[in-house]
Every structure is written in C-alpha cells, then in structure tokens.
C-alpha cells in the first residue's frame, strides 16, 4: 500500500469507529475503546525507540507513572484539572515524562542491547519504588483516588465526551509521530537501528539522536498516564509495575514495531483479551500467552507484517514457477 493508501485506511477505521462508538457500542465496551486508545497513545511512544531506533525498553511504564501521578497529586491536593485547568495537566503531564525520560536517558542511552533494556527495568523499578514508598506524597499502596472528571462547559464524566477527547489526543499523538519518523531526523533514527557504526562515520551523532527519541518517547508516555489516571479514576503503584512496561512491549511486537499503528492494533487486541475476554473465560490469560508465543514464532513482524510475508510468499511462488518453466524448457 502506498502511503497515501494506508492514511486513507487509518481515517476511515477512526470513522467507523467513531460511528460504532456513537450508535452501537455499550458503556462497558466504551471503556475498553477508550482504554485502548490510551495504550495506544503509550504502545506509539515505545515503537519510536523499539521499532524506529531499535532500542527495546523496559520501563515506558514509568512515564505512564508520572504523568498519572502529576495528574492526581494537583487534582487532589490543588483542584487541577476539574475545568480548563485539565489542559494545562496535559501539558505538565508531557513536560514532566520529558524530563524524566531526559534524567533517565543520561544513564540508559550509554548502553546497548541487553544492557540498556536492564537499565530501563531498574530506572523502572525506581518509579515503582518512589510511588510505593512515599506515602505521604502517593498514598502509597492505597493510590490517590481521583475525584472526578474535569467540566469546562464539556463534562468529561459522561463517557462519550471523554472519548472524543482522548480519541483527539490520540489522533494527534498518531500525526505528530508519523510526521516525525517520516522527517529526516525520523529516517536517521532508522538508520541507527540498521547499522549505528555506519551513521557515527557518516557523521552523525547518535547519542544525542537517541538521546532525542528517548525523551520524546517520554513525553508521550506521560501524556497517556494523565489520561489514564482520569479514565481509571485511581493512581496507584500497579500503574507502574514491570507488567505494565512488558504489556507496552509486547503490544508494539503484536502489532509489528515501526509501524505506529501497529502498536494501536496490538494494544487494542491485549486491552480486549484483558479486559473483555476475562469476563467471558477464567483461562484468558492463556489465550494472551498464546498470542505473543505464536506472533514471535510465525509473524516476527507482527500482525502489520502479514501483507508483506503474503508478498513474498506469492513472489517465491512465481519465482518457483518461472525457475521450472525455463528448466522444462531446457
């Protein structure tokens, strides 16, 4: 597909989901929607360093973390984000998984491989510690209950307002990443993953390339915990366990990494098993095991590959069939 092709598939899937959403959706089925969006927005965010710069991360949860926790310690403790002040929560919730990411990055991004996926668990767990630890700041175990919903003239408590808002962030996460990675600095972030020896002697700083990609994958994780936190309406230690880092891993490898959308299929299908197929079987979480085991065996590429493994399939089909055409000939 041409890329003006998969633009034009990607709009006409958000309509129909929108018009499913309208019309035929139940509240409970709603949720869900919304809740995939939201891991969506975070699955996007880690394929810009798993996909596109081929450094795999185990700690996206952190900034999911901190921009939820930013999000309930002013609503709580300062009545932020119950009006127009919402907005301005959305912007410190990106600006402050920025900066963690920026802090983080100085020690992960001198690592490679292994290495820096442990360092990205450890930097991890350290936000996990903070938020069980610092009781009096995160409520420790017990979280910080949310009180509400913000009202600005749009009530956000009604499910489908809320939808349409975090379906907006999302299109818009969806659009500024696409422009990013097909920008030059997109493509050199590419190219670090092909062959990082190469870029350093064409004359690239690569460092401060994935330094980059490392923060703004930040800020878009803290974006969707801000999200998260008034959706789930409790922020809690769970938020930014180990779990959730290997969930966003895993989303991005389901859907296909550097893809973008790949990592929205992928979270769609994990957030539906999890949430909705749970209600339906108690063994669930074996069919979710399932489908990670058989995409890394059979779809490497993940479920956004399956167009090109038909492709060559068809093409040593035809390559198959010419070769015996011309030795029959002979």
Same mark, same amino acid.
């Given at each position: 597909?041409?890329?003006?092709?998969?633009?034009?598939?990607?709009?006409?899937?958000?309509?129909?989901?929108?018009?499913?959403?309208?019309?035929?959706?139940?509240?409970?089925?709603?949720?869900?929607?919304?809740?995939?969006?939201?891991?969506?927005?975070?699955?996007?965010?880690?394929?810009?360093?798993?996909?596109?710069?081929?450094?795999?991360?185990?700690?996206?949860?952190?900034?999911?973390?901190?921009?939820?926790?930013?999000?309930?310690?002013?609503?709580?403790?300062?009545?932020?984000?119950?009006?127009?002040?919402?907005?301005?929560?959305?912007? !410190?919730?990106?600006?402050?998984?920025?900066?963690?990411?920026?802090?983080?990055?100085?020690?992960?991004?001198?690592?490679?491989?292994?290495?820096?996926?442990?360092?990205?668990?450890?930097?991890?767990?350290?936000?996990?510690?903070?938020?069980?630890?610092?009781?009096?700041? /995160?409520?420790?175990?017990?979280?910080?209950?949310?009180?509400?919903?913000?009202?600005?003239?749009?009530?956000?408590?009604?499910?489908?307002?809320?939808?349409?808002?975090?379906?907006?962030?999302?299109?818009?996460?969806?659009?500024?990443?696409?422009?990013?990675?097909?920008?030059?600095?997109?493509?050199?972030?590419?190219?670090?993953?092909?062959?990082?020896?190469?870029?350093?002697?064409?004359?690239?700083?690569?460092?401060?390339?994935?330094?980059?990609?490392?923060?703004?994958?930040?800020?878009?994780?803290?974006?969707?915990?801000?999200?998260?936190?008034?959706?789930?309406?409790?922020?809690?230690?769970?938020?930014?366990?180990?779990?959730?880092?290997?969930?966003?891993? !895993?989303?991005?490898?389901?859907?296909?990494?550097?893809?973008?959308?790949?990592?929205?299929?992928?979270?769609?299908?994990?957030?539906?098993?999890?949430?909705?197929?749970?209600?339906?079987?108690?063994?669930?979480?074996?069919?979710?095991?399932?489908?990670?085991?058989? /995409?890394?065996?059979?779809?490497?590429?993940?479920?956004?590959?399956?167009?090109?493994?038909?492709?060559?399939?068809?093409?040593?089909?035809?390559?198959?069939?010419?070769?015996?055409?011309?030795?029959?000939?002979?």
């Amino acid at each position: 597909m041409s890329e003006r092709a998969k633009i034009i598939a990607v709009v006409a899937a958000l309509v129909v989901l929108v018009l499913y959403m309208q019309f035929g959706a139940t509240s409970f089925v709603r949720l869900v929607i919304t809740q995939a969006l939201i891991f969506g927005i975070l699955a996007m965010s880690l394929d810009i360093l798993l996909g596109y710069t081929g450094l795999p991360s185990l700690g996206q949860a952190a900034y999911l973390g901190m921009g939820a926790y930013v999000a309930a310690i002013l609503t709580t403790r300062f009545g932020f984000g119950l009006d127009w002040t919402f907005w301005l929560l959305i912007v !410190l919730g990106f600006v402050i998984g920025a900066v963690t990411a920026a802090f983080f990055g100085l020690f992960a991004i001198r690592a490679t491989g292994v290495y820096f996926l442990m360092i990205t668990l450890a930097l991890g767990q350290c936000v996990w510690g903070l938020a069980y630890r610092w009781n009096s700041l /995160t409520g420790g175990d017990n979280g910080i209950n949310m009180p509400g919903r913000p009202d600005f003239g749009l009530d956000l408590s009604n499910d489908m307002n809320f939808f349409y808002v975090v379906l907006g962030f999302f299109v818009a996460t969806l659009a500024a990443l696409y422009l990013l990675v097909k920008s030059p600095f997109g493509r050199s972030l590419v190219g670090i993953r092909e062959s990082e020896l190469r870029m350093r002697m064409l004359g690239y700083n690569t460092w401060l390339h994935k330094y980059v990609a490392f923060i703004i994958a930040g800020g878009f994780g803290g974006l969707a915990g801000v999200l998260w936190a008034f959706l789930n309406g409790l922020v809690s230690p769970e938020d930014v366990i180990l779990a959730t880092s290997v969930d966003a891993l !895993l989303m991005v490898v389901l859907g296909g990494p550097g893809t973008l959308i790949g990592g929205v299929i992928g979270a769609g299908l994990v957030v539906f098993v999890r949430e909705y197929l749970s209600t339906v079987v108690e063994w669930w979480q074996y069919v979710l095991g399932g489908m990670y085991v058989l /995409t890394i065996l059979y779809l490497p590429g993940g479920l956004m590959g399956i167009p090109e493994r038909i492709r060559q399939r068809r093409a040593q089909a035809a390559g198959a069939v010419r070769a015996e055409a011309v030795s029959t000939s002979h």
